[in-house]
């Protein structure tokens, strides 16, 4: 298992996942120049959406040799765990991420598969572990931010936008754009009250003092 490589830090470093393949929409916005992690499968769908791969993690078991081989002779670096490990290897993807400080990541393909795995993954983004990475993920038709401190979301208008305490409770929320605003309120953990909130402009901000909360927007392609 080699070390190294992150040198200087990465505007966009974007993971992709091994679930279900991310769609070509999904790389809309991002720069070119991203750093580029694949965990495990995603080193082969990472490949089918043209990037080139930076940094191959994982044990390995579910992506072919050819596609591990084609990331190495194209320059990534592989970093190869056991199998009887104790982190996914979105976990491990998410750390060697964090290694680049970037000023954020995205993550692709972290849905579809087990149910378990689809959990894992989504509570596993919002760790506070990741409090210091700006955290996007995009699963299936859904876009996922993480937020920590305070975010800006775009939408149309009337998209849907629900907001979901995780990891405990959230408090001191305040949003503007949104059809329904908070101000300064707190959503206890298990709380559904933010479910179907709606963008009353294109452009809404969520910001809060305590706990993280999980913004969705359920119908976003990209």
Do not use: C, W
Not at 26 to 41: K, N, Y
Not at 95 to 123: C, F, I, K, M, S
């Amino acid at each position: 298992m080699s070390r190294a490589l992150p040198t200087l830090p990465a505007a966009t470093v974007i993971v992709v996942a091994g679930g279900e393949p991310p769609i070509p929409a999904e790389l809309a916005g991002l720069p070119p120049d991203s750093v580029v992690i694949g965990a495990d499968r995603g080193v082969a769908h990472a490949q089918r959406l043209g990037l080139s791969v930076t940094l191959a993690v994982g044990d390995f078991d579910s992506v072919s040799a050819d596609a591990l081989e084609r990331a190495a002779a194209n320059g990534a670096q592989i970093r190869r765990h056991r199998a009887e490990k104790d982190a996914t290897d979105l976990e491990l993807a998410l750390d060697a991420a964090a290694e680049y400080t970037p000023d954020r990541v995205v993550v692709l393909g972290a849905h579809g598969g087990r149910l378990d795995h689809h959990l894992a993954n989504v509570l596993l983004l919002a760790s506070p572990r990741y409090a210091r990475l700006r955290i996007r993920a995009r699963m299936g038709e859904a876009t996922l931010t993480v937020i920590h401190r305070e975010e800006t979301l775009h939408g149309k208008l009337g998209e849907l936008l629900t907001l979901l305490p995780i990891h405990g409770p959230v408090s001191g929320i305040v949003t503007s754009g949104l059809r329904y605003p908070l101000h300064g309120e707190q959503l206890p953990a298990g709380s559904s009250r933010g479910v179907s909130n709606a963008f009353a402009e294109a452009t809404a901000t969520v910001a809060l003092s305590a706990g993280v909360l999980l913004a969705i927007q359920p119908e976003r392609v990209v």
